[in-house]
């Protein structure tokens, strides 16, 4: 019984995201609130409350009452009681008359973001990528190898120009550049999209295929 229950529950719930195709109405409003509701409420029970709150926050401050199963040993870390009370601070966003406040958590927590971040981006994305351009343009004995890595080289190059707004992007050199360069741009993005839509085909499949046996 439970499990026709869930079936019933699920074929209408997907019928009534589909419904959207047909126009604005509000089985789709009703399939939109319950997934925006019931995804906010298991981000803030478990993962906030229980990956994140609890086991970074709670159970050192008060390792007592919150650390039991937990990793976490020894007697209460003080240091703990900044990150408690920035979050605090956070409340008053609630407050609209005080909501200023908040912005002093929000201004740390930027700040410390963009410190780690900066560090993260440059030793994971831009260094391995100045890595990955550095290629051999020609391979004797690999024909199709050399190929890939003069386009590679070329494109890299390109994209470069294009981004360099200090000058207008005219003259024979810089302005070509400059245009080759979106071109590249335009086959990455089309392929990023391309592959977008795929993956969005493979739900929809398995939404049909469910849809065709809902009791699995």
């Known amino acids: 019984m439970t499990e026709i229950l869930v079936a019933i529950a699920g074929v209408g719930i997907t019928l009534c995201c589909f419904s959207f195709l047909y126009k604005d109405n509000p089985f789709y409003h009703f399939a939109e609130s319950l997934y925006v509701g019931i995804s906010a409420g298991y981000y803030l029970s478990v993962v906030s ?44 966003k609630l ?3 005080l909501s200023w406040i908040s912005r002093y958590t929000i201004a740390f927590v930027m700040g410390v ?11 994971q994305y831009i260094i391995p990528q100045i890595q990955k351009s550095i290629k051999p343009l020609i391979l004797v004995d690999n024909v199709g190898t050399s190929l890939s890595n003069i386009i590679l080289v070329l494109a890299t190059i390109c994209c470069l120009f294009y981004f360099f707004f200090s000058t207008e992007h005219k003259g024979p050199l810089y302005g070509n550049m400059a245009k080759l360069g979106i071109w590249f741009l335009m086959i990455f993005i089309g392929a990023s ?24």
Do not use: C
């Not at 973001?113 to 030793?123: A, D, F, P």
């Not at 592959?195 to 009791?215: E, K």
């Open 49 to 92: 409350f229980h990956q994140v709150i609890k086991p970074l926050l709670l159970a050192r401050l008060f390792p007592q009452q919150f650390a039991s199963g937990l990793a976490v040993a020894g007697p209460s870390d003080a240091v703990f009681w900044i990150p408690a009370f920035l979050g605090i601070l956070m409340l008053f």
């Open 95 to 97: 407050v609209p008359s």
């Open 113 to 123: 973001s963009t410190g780690l971040v900066l560090v993260t981006s440059i030793e």
């Open 193 to 216: 999209f391309g592959s977008t839509v795929m993956g969005r085909l493979t739900i929809l499949i398995g939404r049909f295929q469910y849809l065709a046996n809902p009791l699995g």
